[in-house]
């Protein structure tokens, strides 16, 4: 979930000297703005070393930068990448691995290069590393580490995530993506045949690749780094053809059908492989989940023979932005959706409609998380849905349904469409519970389409497992009919009987009613955990009408905070129109 900023460097060509000078790439800047601004941050004493190992041999290079302007203009070996949209981008000139390099006495050998340096705070949001990569390689090892000083209390420490672009190169919304891991992991590795979880395999062709850093945050004393960067030649392996899940199950029809849509695996920061994903899954009783990793879609191909009627697996991503985090859900497998702006790039719009296009839905995923980077920043006008509650019910999910109400009563008013409230789990490993929450959708069939027209249309709720059942629905005086993110058109004064029926809630819940006005309606749940409630209205008097479960308050009900969250529903719309 983190990325980072920061500047980097690499190896001349056909010298053992590399010189390195961080600077910080913005939009608009010129030429003349970067040197100021690099001399600014030189002006501290920037140091860097490059290592290169072959068949035994290991060379050391050192190089110190100082603040002088001529210096700059004499050793300058960084390049500043233009790369459209990106907030801060910095491309450093490349780690060069020659064909003469790659010559031995057998296929089998590597080549190993490792660059060290230190990125100030201020440093771009990415920072990237070239390699060339020579003909002849069958595998590419990339490994990193930085520092972790003390830092005072409240002071964001260092984190520095990393990935890598492929020969086809780092333009946003490219195809040369191969894979990222975030601050997952130390260490990746790619080659025909496989590649580390996060990343994808396929042939290492020849050309520059990109090794991508991403300083998340920077501590006051800045980030030291280390990338070193291994080739291995011989004959390439064979790749393999990824088998993907089926996009419907056989045999269900229309139902209302139980699901999660925002887990991880070790294909990202999770701890559970895809098979103990799928076991906890089916555990919950769940008829549904969809995979997003962070920024990656290696693991839409990992979950082969672990499907079947009774679970439907879709393919996504959580779209990780340093602005806020997006599940992109039910996108065409294999397809990936760049992660790389910041909201005043303005070019969210764009890869919401690359979500849309992929077959998938767009839903900002916990709005006001309070990590860093977790916070929505994009506005919701690209939204087809909204994650309200993320994990275990906390205060920032009480923030996001109390502002999605409000959204309501905006609809409510003609201003403004509104948007299905949905919820996951979020679950990344042990004890994070699969299924806490689950959005509960009324579907024609248990398939990809099916499911998606369900919750962009608001026939859907939301429960803390799958103990709780529920029905919603709304009856008018002439037996007209509605139920959960549907409308039913009655005339303002026509009397309407609002039906809740649930079981399976633990002891001390009570239900409330929520309308336009606010809470109008609630009533305790008995110690069976069954009820069910109605309650009278009409279109005039409340324009929509929806249902929460709640838990007991902590401190009894004296704050009138309300409880945590057993279920919630979308609401049921009242009037013509």
Not at 191 to 219: C, I, M, Q, R
Not at 253 to 269: E, F, I, N, P, Q
Not at 291 to 316: R, Y
Request: hydrophobic share 35%.
């Amino acid at each position: 979930m983190r990325a980072t900023r920061g500047g980097c460097r690499r190896p001349l060509p056909g010298r053992d000297l590399a010189r390195r000078g961080p600077r910080r790439a913005r939009d608009g800047m010129g030429a003349r703005d970067v040197r100021s601004l690099v001399a600014m941050e030189l002006s501290t004493g920037l140091s860097a070393r490059v290592t290169h190992a072959y068949n035994g041999v290991t060379r050391v290079s050192d190089g110190t930068l100082d603040s002088g302007g001529s210096l700059m203009q004499r050793r300058d070996v960084l390049r500043l990448s233009a790369l459209a949209g990106a907030a801060g981008v910095l491309t450093l000139d490349p780690m060069t691995f020659t064909q003469a390099d790659a010559a031995g006495p057998a296929d089998d050998h590597e080549q190993t290069k490792t660059l060290s340096g230190h990125l100030p705070t201020g440093a771009p949001d990415f920072v990237y590393v070239p390699v060339e990569v020579p003909r002849g390689v069958r595998e590419i090892a990339v490994s990193y580490t930085y520092d972790k000083p003390t830092v005072p209390a409240g002071t964001q420490g260092n984190a520095c995530d990393i990935g890598i672009f492929d020969e086809r190169g780092t333009e946003l919304g490219g195809r040369g993506f191969r894979g990222w891991s975030g601050g997952a992991r130390t260490e990746f590795a790619i080659s025909a045949e496989e590649a580390t979880p996060g990343y994808l395999a396929g042939p290492v062709k020849a050309g520059t690749w990109h090794v991508v850093l991403g300083p998340y945050t920077v501590a006051p004393q800045g980030l030291d780094y280390t990338v070193t960067v291994t080739l291995r030649y011989g004959a390439p392996g064979t790749p393999r053809t990824p088998v993907y899940p089926p996009q419907r199950a056989r045999g269900r029809g229309r139902a209302w059908y139980r699901g999660d849509s925002h887990l991880h695996t070790v294909h990202s920061d999770g701890k559970r492989t895809p098979a103990e994903l799928v076991a906890a899954a089916r555990a919950a009783g769940l008829d549904f989940i969809t995979t997003t990793e962070h920024n990656t879609t290696s693991a839409h191909a990992a979950f082969e023979g672990l499907w079947g009627d009774d679970l439907l697996i879709l393919t996504g991503e959580e779209i990780t932005t340093r602005n806020g985090h997006v599940v992109a859900l039910g996108t065409d497998p294999g397809i990936f959706i760049d992660w790389r702006y910041r909201a005043r790039d303005n070019r969210f719009g764009q890869f919401a409609r690359k979500v849309r296009q992929a077959g998938g839905l767009v839903i900002p995923a916990h709005p006001h998380g309070t990590c860093v980077g977790c916070n929505w920043k994009f506005g919701f006008n690209e939204a087809d849905a909204v994650e309200v509650w993320n994990a275990d019910f906390t205060p920032d999910d009480e923030v996001t349904i109390s502002e999605w109400d409000n959204t309501l009563v905006a609809a409510s008013r003609g201003q403004g469409r509104w948007l299905p409230a949905v919820g996951h789990s979020d679950a990344h490993r042990e004890p994070q519970v699969v299924g806490l929450p689950q959005t509960v959708v009324l579907a024609d069939d248990l398939s990809r389409t099916a499911l998606q027209e369900g919750i962009r249309a608001g026939r859907s709720w939301i429960a803390e497992s799958s103990k709780i059942d529920l029905t919603f629905e709304a009856v008018g005086g002439r037996g007209q009919h509605a139920g959960i993110g549907e409308r039913l058109k009655v005339g303002g004064a026509e009397v309407v009987t609002v039906r809740l029926k649930v079981s399976g809630v633990g002891p001390g819940c009570s239900v409330r009613f929520i309308t336009d006005q606010g809470q109008l309606y609630g009533t305790a749940v008995p110690d069976s955990g069954t009820l069910t409630a109605e309650w009278r209205t009409t279109a005039s008097y409340a324009a929509y009408v929806r249902a929460e479960v709640r838990h007991a308050p902590a401190d009894g009900g004296a704050s009138g905070v309300p409880g945590p969250m057993a279920a919630m529903t979308n609401p049921i719309w009242l009037g013509e129109h």
